[in-house]
Structures are given as structure tokens and as C-alpha cells.
């Protein structure tokens, strides 16, 4: 009997065969564990080793064929990212187009990255103009025209809202649109607000507001 199972304090005997398929299970399941879990756009799951990503694509092999293949998949495939250690990243399928396509369109007609419905990101470059940075991202969300991301290598094109330092009460803004590798492709004029009951006294998002109704909802219809 003792031969076949194990006993264990206060029950029966542990059959063999169940503790073969535990230690095989715990086995198996604490090596998934420790490797990466790519989740797919479309929900599906692959256990991979991860070997690179760059800004368009994962680099990995299989976590059931190590010795096998290298495979790539385009980051716009790939939702998130599961790493052993527990970090994740996410990227729900937005990655943008590669950097080749991406660069063509952005050397040769850049306002092409501005239309409807495409990624921004917004860069403050001061804390003057953090001061407004809330207000500026609610008036584009309430208009509503592009989808704010916020890591730029998500972003079709880049937004800096830049609020003069040096105005008192005063504030004046200006909008600057540029590509990710920072090539301007255009500037609006500057726009300013005072401080007023009207405002409720807070000439930030005065200005911030009327940058995006002023300027955003008149050029880009």
C-alpha cells in the first residue's frame, strides 16, 4: 500500500498517479509562468520569448519550440504585452503605421497626419503652460476630433501648447503642430485671455479653451 500512494495526516492514502499529474501540472504551469504572454488585437494568447521590439514590430519565438523559428509580428497586431517578471505593456493594437511609411508621409505632406480621428499627443514644454495642460486636453476631448494618446510613439503627429511665461494676469497661448521627429508643420497665431469674473477668474483654461475653438475648430473642419 505504502508503495502505491503517500499518507498523508487525517485522510487516506494519496494515490500515485494523482501525484504524478500534480507535480507534473506544477511543473508545467510555473514554467508558462516565467516566460512573456503576447494578447493579441483579436484576444488570442501566444507564451513566447520575448527577443526585441522596436517601433514597429515584436521579434520573439515560441515558448513550446525555443530551438525553433525567430517570428515577427507588427505591433499594430498586438494589444498587450506580458513580461515574466509581471510588467505590462500595452499597446491595444494603435501602434503606428511603420517608420519607413511613416517618415514618407511626414517629409512630403504632413498635414495629411492631422485628419479625423488620428492620434495626437501633446507636449507641454514649460511649467507655465502645465498650468493650462488640463484644460488645453479637455477642450480638444470635448471637441472631440483626434484620440489623445499618451506615449508620442502612439501619436500620428505631435500638439506643444505653449503658454507665454512672462503675461501676469494676462495669459497667451499659441499651438505649435509637428511631426514624432519634431518637424514643424504649422503654428497658429497667438491667442489671449484675461482674467475675468466671466472666466472664473482663471485665464488658464480661458486660453486654453479659446486656443481650441478659436483655432482648431475653424482650421480643421
Excluded: C
Excluded at 488585437?41 to 521590439?53: H, Q
Excluded at 506580458?82 to 517618415?103: C, F, H, L
Excluded at 477668474?201 to 475653424?218: D, G, H, I, L, P
Amino acid at each position: 500500500m505504502t508503495s502505491h500512494g503517500l499518507q498523508v495526516p487525517g485522510s487516506n492514502f494519496l494515490p500515485l498517479h494523482y501525484m504524478v499529474l500534480v507535480a507534473w501540472a506544477g511543473l508545467h504551469g510555473t514554467s508558462a509562468y516565467n516566460q512573456d504572454t503576447i494578447i493579441f488585437s483579436n484576444a488570442d494568447r501566444l507564451v513566447a520569448s520575448i527577443i526585441l521590439i522596436d517601433d514597429s514590430t515584436v521579434t520573439f519565438k515560441k515558448y513550446r519550440n525555443l530551438d525553433g523559428p525567430v517570428y515577427k509580428k507588427r505591433l499594430t497586431d498586438v494589444s498587450k504585452i506580458r513580461y515574466k517578471n509581471g510588467d505590462v505593456e500595452t499597446y491595444n493594437g494603435q501602434a503606428v503605421v511603420a517608420n519607413a511609411e511613416y517618415e514618407a508621409i511626414a517629409s512630403t505632406d504632413p498635414t495629411s497626419l492631422t485628419k479625423r480621428g488620428n492620434r495626437v499627443y501633446v507636449e507641454i514644454p514649460d511649467e507655465s503652460s502645465r498650468a493650462g495642460e488640463k484644460y488645453f486636453i479637455n477642450a480638444l476631448n470635448e471637441w472631440g476630433y483626434w484620440t489623445i494618446v499618451t506615449d508620442p510613439r502612439e501619436a500620428h503627429f505631435v500638439i506643444v501648447f505653449n503658454i507665454d511665461k512672462k503675461a501676469m494676469l494676462d495669459k497667451s497661448a499659441i499651438v505649435i503642430l509637428k511631426t514624432r521627429d519634431g518637424k514643424e508643420f504649422m503654428r497658429s497665431r497667438s491667442f489671449r485671455s484675461s482674467t475675468s469674473a466671466f472666466d472664473g477668474y482663471n485665464a488658464f483654461r480661458a486660453v486654453a479653451q479659446k486656443v481650441v475653438r478659436k483655432y482648431f475648430e475653424v482650421e480643421f473642419k
